[in-house]
């Protein structure tokens, strides 16, 4: 019969009872669509009236007497499917029309997406459908799709499937029920389509924005959540959170020296580290660059969670122990740790992630290669810190520098031969503050190029008028940092001060230590060489601390050592001193400088 809906119900009726069996019909439009129920008890004029479906019948009873398949076609499954549009009738009709099994039309979707290539799992029912879900829960969704079906007549969403091979995949799925003229259900339309790719794409952008592209590590972000909701959860159970903050010491010269790929290597050998030093359930995290961040989970008592924490940092300081292999060489790094604990030391996130910086800030003072716990004395330090570098930014500006200058004798005391200028900082607050606490400030900061180059000036800018005032001071001899030596245009402001101010430039003298000429001796010997063709005298400042190389040494256009006070505080009774001080001015009386030495330095 045409599936029509006035001959449903006639269909159904002279059926009922009877023992049918499946037929699939191929190349029909859709009006001319017709299921054949075959039976061989059933006399072809009642089942058949129609001129269509008894040509089907006629060629199908030919096909079974020959032992031939039953479904009006003689190629393969796997050729029948490629035509990608078949009907599919369900069970045997029931008495009643609510009996009757729908039919469900597959499109060419289904066949490439569920496998289904044996002819056996080509007609399916619902309860089919079940077996390919993965699980009870999917089978427990299907069940509240059909009751939304029910109620609304239609349903659309998500749904893990299995395919015939037992892969998992998720498809977006439509359903919608189709009514007849009566307003009674004749069919389902549904349509899915097989979302893997967009699933893929999907966790690959939560990969991008939640995760560290060079470790796979949690990034900030992700580290941040997990940290909220851990001190959530402790604030509710009573327990105790562990955060430690890591970075690693002397990374920058190996990652400058090498380049990046070997760095990022480094990096990526030191996530496994970590995460060999910590339980599957805590988190370790990249922050950026060389900086690294661990959430133990929460500890019932604080002795645990603190017995915990040291166990973990000195896990990770002793991995270090173990060099990392670059380019075929070894290098060894150290870590600088801080550990903060929640609640005791914030139960804020920010709070909590400041305290831990903060920590770790006070391990790298500490001598680096250790771990900190957090105390409250230390934000006073920091934030003391945070205080000197913003007024040494406005120092210079605001005109607090100002240079004292110390007198330089000759051997027996009685003869002047210049003056050194040492930098000091007058402070509107603090009064005069001591260089060592802003002089390495203003190296990292960067500014010491800038107030080195204010020195140079305002030293020869003195000394100019000491001349003119008839004072007699042969020289006038300043210091220079590693950074202003090797930034290639020393040579170039120095000219231009003693041209501004007018001074020779044999009264201008220049100090450098062992460590600047050594660190670059090429580099070091054309700078030399071009800040004597102006005319300037060389001073090696701290001599006998280093590590320099004699033969390098007489290389040097130097015209002045200065001995360490460390070789001279026992001069004269000192007779172990005595012979390096010897030993030193004879070396520099063969050569062409001179040794004064720094006892009265530092008095």
């Given at each position: 019969?045409?599936?029509?809906?006035?001959?449903?119900?006639?269909?159904?009726?002279?059926?009922?009872?009877?023992?049918?069996?499946?037929?699939?019909?191929?190349?029909?439009?859709?009006?001319?669509?017709?299921?054949?129920?075959?039976?061989?008890?059933?006399?072809?004029?009642?089942?058949?009236?129609?001129?269509?479906?008894?040509?089907?019948?006629?060629?199908?009873?030919?096909?079974?007497?020959?032992?031939?398949?039953?479904?009006?076609?003689?190629?393969?499954?796997?050729?029948?499917?490629?035509?990608?549009?078949?009907?599919?009738?369900?069970?045997?009709?029931?008495?009643?029309?609510?009996?009757?099994?729908?039919?469900?039309?597959?499109?060419?979707?289904?066949?490439?997406?569920?496998?289904?290539?044996?002819?056996?799992?080509?007609?399916?029912?619902?309860?089919?459908?079940?077996?390919?879900?993965?699980?009870?829960?999917?089978?427990?969704?299907?069940?509240?799709?059909?009751?939304?079906?029910?109620?609304?007549?239609?349903?659309?969403?998500?749904?893990?499937?299995?395919?015939?091979?037992?892969?998992?995949?998720?498809?977006?799925?439509?359903?919608?029920?189709?009514?007849?003229?009566?307003?009674?259900?004749?069919?389902?339309?549904?349509?899915?389509?097989?979302?893997?790719?967009?699933?893929?794409?999907?966790?690959?952008?939560?990969?991008?924005?939640?995760?560290?592209?060079?470790?796979?590590?949690?990034?900030?972000?992700?580290?941040?959540?997990?940290?909220?909701?851990?001190?959530?959860?402790?604030?509710?159970?009573?327990?105790?959170?562990?955060?430690?903050?890591?970075?690693?010491?002397?990374?920058?010269?190996?990652?400058?020296?090498?380049?990046?790929?070997?760095?990022?290597?480094?990096?990526?050998?030191?996530?496994?580290?970590?995460?060999?030093?910590?339980?599957?359930?805590?988190?370790?995290?990249?922050?950026?660059?060389?900086?690294?961040?661990?959430?133990?989970?929460?500890?019932?008592?604080?002795?645990?969670?603190?017995?915990?924490?040291?166990?973990?940092?000195?896990?990770?300081?002793?991995?270090?122990?173990?060099?990392?292999?670059?380019?075929?060489?070894?290098?060894?790094?150290?870590?600088?740790?801080?550990?903060?604990?929640?609640?005791?030391?914030?139960?804020?996130?920010?709070?909590?992630?400041?305290?831990?910086?903060?920590?770790?800030?006070?391990?790298?003072?500490?001598?680096?290669?250790?771990?900190?716990?957090?105390?409250?004395?230390?934000?006073?330090?920091?934030?003391?810190?945070?205080e000197l570098e913003s007024d040494l930014r406005h120092a210079l500006e605001q005109q607090e520098f100002i240079l004292y200058y110390q007198p330089q004798f000759s051997g027996d005391g009685k003869r002047l031969t210049g003056v050194e200028a040492l930098l000091r900082w007058n402070h509107p607050r603090r009064g005069l503050v001591p260089p060592g606490d802003f002089i390495p400030v203003l190296e990292e900061l960067g500014l010491v190029v800038d107030v080195g180059d204010w020195v140079l000036a305002e030293s020869c800018?003195?000394?100019?008028?000491?001349?003119?005032?008839?004072?007699?001071?042969?020289?006038?001899?300043?210091?220079?940092?590693?950074?202003?030596?090797?930034?290639?245009?020393?040579?170039?402001?120095?000219?231009?001060?003693?041209?501004?101010?007018?001074?020779?430039?044999?009264?201008?003298?220049?100090?450098?230590?062992?460590?600047?000429?050594?660190?670059?001796?090429?580099?070091?010997?054309?700078?030399?060489?071009?800040?004597?063709?102006?005319?300037?005298?060389?001073?090696?400042?701290?001599?006998?601390?280093?590590?320099?190389?004699?033969?390098?040494?007489?290389?040097?256009?130097?015209?002045?050592?200065?001995?360490?006070?460390?070789?001279?505080?026992?001069?004269?009774?000192?007779?172990?001193?005595?012979?390096?001080?010897?030993?030193?001015?004879?070396?520099?009386?063969?050569?062409?400088?001179?040794?004064?030495?720094?006892?009265?330095?530092?008095?």
């Amino acid at each position: 019969y045409e599936m029509v809906a006035g001959h449903r119900r006639k269909f159904a009726s002279e059926l009922a009872g009877k023992t049918v069996m499946p037929c699939i019909v191929r190349n029909l439009t859709d009006d001319e669509a017709t299921i054949i129920m075959v039976d061989s008890n059933l006399q072809r004029e009642k089942v058949l009236p129609s001129e269509k479906a008894f040509a089907y019948k006629m060629k199908l009873d030919a096909m079974k007497r020959q032992g031939q398949r039953t479904d009006l076609t003689s190629t393969p499954v796997e050729q029948k499917l490629s035509k990608y549009s078949v009907e599919i009738l369900g069970e045997a009709v029931g008495e009643s029309r609510s009996q009757i099994q729908r039919y469900i039309r597959l499109t060419e979707l289904i066949t490439p997406i569920l496998d289904m290539v044996d002819e056996g799992k080509i007609a399916m029912r619902p309860a089919v459908v079940l077996s390919y879900l993965p699980n009870e829960q999917q089978q427990a969704h299907l069940h509240y799709v059909l009751k939304q079906l029910h109620q609304h007549n239609t349903w659309e969403g998500e749904i893990w499937l299995k395919r015939l091979n037992g892969e998992h995949y998720p498809a977006w799925v439509g359903i919608t029920a189709v009514l007849d003229d009566e307003g009674d259900l004749a069919s389902y339309v549904c349509f899915f389509s097989d979302i893997s790719e967009r699933k893929a794409s999907e966790q690959r952008i939560h990969r991008l924005a939640y995760y560290d592209a060079l470790t796979h590590l949690p990034n900030r972000t992700l580290f941040q959540d997990r940290l909220h909701t851990a001190l959530q959860q402790a604030e509710r159970n009573k327990s105790w959170v562990v955060l430690m903050f890591l970075d690693l010491d002397r990374f920058k010269p190996i990652n400058d020296s090498l380049g990046h790929a070997a760095g990022d290597r480094m990096l990526k050998d030191m996530a496994i580290r970590l995460l060999a030093c910590v339980d599957n359930d805590d988190t370790v995290a990249r922050m950026g660059g060389d900086e690294f961040t661990l959430l133990l989970q929460p500890r019932a008592t604080r002795e645990i969670a603190l017995n915990r924490a040291i166990s973990v940092a000195e896990q990770i300081l002793a991995s270090l122990v173990k060099p990392f292999v670059l380019e075929s060489r070894e290098f060894f790094v150290t870590a600088s740790i801080g550990i903060a604990l929640s609640p005791q030391d914030g139960n804020e996130l920010s709070q909590l992630m400041k305290n831990a910086d903060t920590a770790m800030y006070h391990a790298k003072e500490r001598g680096k290669n250790n771990f900190q716990f957090y105390q409250a004395d230390m934000n006073a330090s920091a934030l003391e810190r945070l205080e000197l570098e913003s007024d040494l930014r406005h120092a210079l500006e605001q005109q607090e520098f100002i240079l004292y200058y110390q007198p330089q004798f000759s051997g027996d005391g009685k003869r002047l031969t210049g003056v050194e200028a040492l930098l000091r900082w007058n402070h509107p607050r603090r009064g005069l503050v001591p260089p060592g606490d802003f002089i390495p400030v203003l190296e990292e900061l960067g500014l010491v190029v800038d107030v080195g180059d204010w020195v140079l000036a305002e030293s020869c800018r003195q000394l100019k008028q000491w001349h003119q005032a008839k004072v007699r001071v042969p020289k006038v001899s300043v210091n220079i940092s590693a950074r202003q030596f090797s930034d290639g245009q020393l040579g170039t402001r120095i000219a231009t001060i003693l041209k501004d101010t007018g001074l020779p430039p044999a009264c201008l003298e220049l100090e450098l230590t062992e460590s600047i000429l050594m660190r670059e001796v090429s580099e070091a010997l054309q700078i030399l060489a071009s800040l004597k063709n102006l005319g300037l005298s060389i001073a090696v400042d701290d001599f006998g601390t280093g590590y320099s190389s004699l033969n390098y040494l007489k290389q040097f256009p130097i015209d002045v050592l200065k001995i360490d006070r460390t070789f001279v505080d026992g001069l004269p009774s000192g007779e172990q001193d005595a012979q390096i001080a010897r030993a030193i001015i004879a070396m520099n009386s063969s050569g062409a400088g001179n040794s004064p030495t720094e006892a009265g330095r530092y008095s």
